[in-house]
Structure formats: structure tokens, C-alpha cells
């Protein structure tokens, strides 16, 4: 028979500690692992992290939601039995009364420029945070402030967002004002509920990006924050391109 060799005493106070403390060695591969979480990304199959992919599903969704709306007012342009109507007069034939176009084009087109103009200040705002801490170089004071002030650039954007939905709380009393309302006639009812969907997602917008101003005094944001930044900068930049597409269907197409 072959004989075991003995172990060697330099190795039996290793053995010792590890067979009185058996989870020494799990809970030091948990410290490790809680350490190095904070610096896993959450890739997709697509290289895209999940979070931006959830955003970008949302959005997909909206995109279906406001084609519904959309396509529901072209079906029923031009199907209304009683005024009055967004781009002609109509006179009642039982009264004789003449109701004016409804739509305000000037003032609307005045509210569009403000909410294409809060998708800039929503870029800079991106910018300001991802390069937060890096040196300025060679600009001036005042170019090193608009290309870092993220509370600026987001105040601003909050700012053009509300007074956007301002404009809309007036064009909408102005009509009601008018004899228009969502029950008055096919127009009506298309049209207050596609700007009125509309009008819900840009309050969403101003409430989101009123959160991230409040964080960014608070503590301010960082680079690592970048991210979340800019999936509320997707989301703001669709609420425009949609306002567009209402826009030119809606005010200027008749």
C-alpha cells in the first residue's frame, strides 16, 4: 500500500482558518461584487443600454397612439354640419349668423417657434451635464457658462415648455369664447382631443424636466447623470416633432 504523506505544518494554520470561518471567502467575492456593481452598464443585445431601449419602446408607443389621433382628424376634415370651422367663415342658415375661421395662425405659429426653440435649450442642457468638470480651454466667461450651465439650459426649456402650454390655455379659452367646443361638431371634438393628448405630454415634459432642474441645485449633475438626461431630452424632442406634424396636418394644410 502506498503511504500517505503528512502535511506539512506551515499549511495547518491555513486550513484551520478557512474550515472555522467557511464563509469568509463568499462574503469577501460579495464585497467585490457590490464594489464593482456601481460600474456595470446595462447593455442590450443591441449595444444600447436597457434603459434608453425602455425609452425608445415608450416613445414607439406614443408614435402609435398620436397616428391614431392624427388619422382620425383627417378622416373627419371637412365633415361638419354646423360651424364654426378652422379655416373658413360659416353662416348659420337658420339665424343668419357668420362664424369666423376658428384658427389663429399667427398666434400658434408665434407658440411653435417657442417649443422648437425649447428642443435647442433641451440640447444645451445635455451638453451643459456631459461636459461638466472637463477643463474650458480658451473660452470666455460668458461662453463657458452657456456651454455648462445645465440649471440655465433646463430652467429655460421648463420655461419655453410652460409658456407654450400658456399660449395653448389661451387659444383654447379664445375658442370656447367662439361658440367651439369638443361637443359642437366634428372639428371640435377631433380637434380639442388631438391638441388636448398633446398639451397632457408637454405638462409631463415641463413636470420631468422641472425634476431634473430640482436635482441639479440640489446637488447638481454629474456626467454619470448624463444618461438620464438625455432619455428626458428623447422624450421632449418626440413631443415636438409631434407638435410639428399637428402643426402643418392641422393649422396649415387646408
Sequence with gaps: ??????????????????????????????????????????????????????????????????????????????????????????????????????????????????????????VMALAAVENRGKPSGARSKLGNFLLTSSKFWLFMTCLMGATFLGFQAYEFTSFVHEGLTIRRNLFGSSFFTLTGFHGAHVTAGVIWLGTLLAIDMKRGLQPKDALWVDIAALYWHFVDVVWIAIFTLVYLIQ
Design 1 to 122: 500500500m502506498r503511504s500517505e504523506r503528512p502535511l506539512r505544518p506551515s499549511l495547518i494554520p491555513h486550513l484551520t482558518s478557512h474550515i472555522s470561518h467557511p464563509t469568509s471567502l463568499v462574503m469577501a467575492h460579495a464585497a467585490a461584487d457590490t464594489h464593482a456593481a456601481p460600474h456595470q452598464h446595462h447593455y442590450t443585445t443591441t449595444g444600447l443600454d436597457n434603459r434608453k431601449v425602455a425609452i425608445w419602446m415608450f416613445i414607439g408607443s406614443e408614435c402609435m397612439l398620436f397616428a391614431s389621433l392624427i388619422s382620425t382628424y383627417l378622416i373627419y376634415k371637412g365633415k361638419n354640419v354646423v360651424g364654426p370651422l378652422p379655416h373658413e367663415a360659416w353662416t348659420n342658415p337658420q339665424t343668419g349668423q357668420t362664424m369666423k375661421a376658428i384658427l389663429n395662425i399667427p398666434v400658434t405659429s408665434m407658440s411653435t417657434f417657442v417649443l422648437l426653440m425649447s428642443s435647442l435649450a433641451m
